[in-house]
């Protein structure tokens, strides 16, 4: 992350200094969001994909076993 750019003179500046790490902590918690819906998608995605896979083809006994298509 990004650190909050320094405000001087400190005394008179407090109340800018406090917004800047508030929209800092904002941005931070829109970030993780992002992260985590992203992910959530990319994760949702492939589970329908195996459980499409898994309906169509079924399930192995054996990890040798051979895939073959179904006609």
């Known amino acids: 992350a990004n650190k909050v750019p320094q405000v001087l003179p400190?005394?008179?500046?407090?109340?800018?200094?406090?917004?800047?790490?508030?929209?800092?902590?904002?941005?931070?918690?829109?970030?993780?969001?992002?992260?985590n819906l992203e992910l959530k998608t990319y994760t949702h995605y492939f589970l329908r994909k195996y459980t499409f896979i898994t309906a169509t083809i079924g399930s192995t006994s054996s990890p040798n076993t051979p895939i073959t298509a179904c006609t």
Do not use: A, W
Request: hydrophobic residues 35%.
């Open 10 to 35: 400190y005394t008179r500046c407090r109340l800018k200094q406090l917004r800047f790490e508030r929209v800092k902590d904002y941005l931070l918690l829109e970030e993780e969001f992002i992260r």
